[in-house]
């Protein structure tokens, strides 16, 4: 079955520096990928839509100079949380979707990307 | 607009009992994917079920089964005979053709006690 691919799992920085998480299709073509964030014990809030090639789609509130979403090829999406902040610190899923996927609705996770900001 | 609401916020049960969760869901669009995501304590999201807006009829899997009616815009989830593994968070979510955004409820989180 499809792989979605997130690298690192765990992170911890300290305030100030950036941090990128990769998210990778193993062995599909992704033309979207969505970006999640979820602190605990709460929802997945959608953060951004990333499609092939161009630029990310932010959700209302979510600071695009901030986290920084970047879709260069159809296998890897990255996000990169610049000077990252103690609030920054949260669970990043991505999701990965190909062509098909807009008219089947199949969709696939990464594991998931848990951030510590100290 | 869309909107995906888990009425439950936690749910504790004993093993072997029966347990539903309800997601009632709302979107302007006709054609649209409900999903059912289960997260365990470590974190990452397993897939359930994916029911399109054209396909009412109801699905079960082993002790799995989901309840999708149109007319009251709901996509339920019943376990039967709970066991302890099942004890996660779980995900109402959706996604319409037109806003391509899956958007996910807020979550039951389903203790199931030995």
């Known amino acids: 079955g499809a792989v979605v691919s997130q690298h690192p799992s765990w992170v911890i920085c300290k305030s100030g520096t950036s941090v990128k998480i990769e998210c990778r299709s193993l062995?599909?073509?992704?033309?979207?990928m969505f970006w999640y964030r979820q602190f605990p014990k709460q929802s997945l809030m959608l953060m951004a839509t990333s499609n092939e090639g161009s630029k990310a789609t932010y959700e209302q509130g979510v600071e695009k100079d901030k986290f920084l979403i970047n879709h260069a090829s159809l296998t890897l999406s990255t996000l990169t949380v610049t000077s990252a902040h103690p609030e920054d610190s949260s669970f990043y899923i991505c999701?990965?979707?190909?062509?098909?996927?807009?008219?089947?609705?199949?969709?696939?996770f990464g594991e998931g990307s848990r951030l510590t900001v100290l | 607009a869309q909107k995906v609401t888990q009425a439950q916020t936690e749910i504790s049960v004993v093993e072997k009992e029966d347990v539903t969760l309800d997601c009632v869901y709302e979107?302007?669009?006709?054609?649209?994917?409900l999903f059912w995501y289960k997260q365990p304590p470590s974190g990452e999201l397993v897939f359930l079920i994916r029911r399109n807006s054209f396909d009412e009829q109801n699905e079960i899997s082993g002790r799995y089964s989901w309840n999708f009616q149109k007319s009251t815009s709901s996509f339920n989830f019943t376990i039967t005979a709970s066991q302890v593994v099942d004890s996660a968070v779980y995900f109402c979510a959706l996604i319409s053709y037109n806003t391509d955004k899956l958007i996910f409820g807020t979550g039951t989180r389903l203790q199931v006690f030995p």
């Open positions: 999701s990965a979707r190909t062509d098909r996927g807009l008219n089947t609705g199949e969709l696939f």
């Open positions: 062995d599909f073509q992704a033309t979207t």
């Open positions: 979107t302007r669009d006709t054609t649209y994917y």
